[in-house]
């Protein structure tokens, strides 16, 4: 039984920073991809940022220099670390695990989280 949990969510003015983590325990098979994806209300679900297994990394655009993805393999831990945050980044966020990228990134993963929620205000 796969299971994710997050952490890290919270409230922060724009320009602050947040650090997510997500551990996760219950799968043995490697070639997978992780990642997060976030909802906002009102809104559909958005790919964030993916890892694979071999390490390579994809972000949204809108992310690009101020997110970064990060995995500590010892620890079954994937991390976000999101810098220079604006209101626009205000959503629920969600850790993601699937074999097939494509998924995650349409927000509809094999396995996810219970998501944490991040709040920007201005």
């Known amino acids: 039984q796969v299971q994710l949990v997050e952490s890290g969510g919270g409230s922060v003015q724009a320009g602050g920073s947040l650090r997510l983590s997500c551990a996760a325990s219950?799968?043995?098979?490697?070639?997978?991809?992780m990642g997060w994806f976030r909802q906002a209300p009102g809104k559909e679900r958005e790919g964030v940022a993916s890892?694979?297994?071999?390490?390579?990394?994809r972000y949204a655009d809108s992310m690009k220099g101020r997110f970064t993805i990060s995995r500590d393999n010892a620890k079954n831990t994937l991390y976000l670390q999101m810098n220079n945050l604006k209101p626009e980044d205000t959503a629920m966020y969600y850790c993601?695990?699937?074999?097939?990228?494509?998924?995650?990134?349409?927000?509809?993963?094999?396995?996810r989280g219970q998501g944490t929620q991040v709040t920007v205000s201005s």
């Open positions: 890892i694979d297994s071999g390490g390579n990394t």
């Open positions: 219950g799968y043995t098979d490697s070639s997978y991809c």
């Open positions: 993601a695990l699937d074999w097939d990228s494509r998924r995650l990134w349409r927000g509809d993963p094999k396995y």
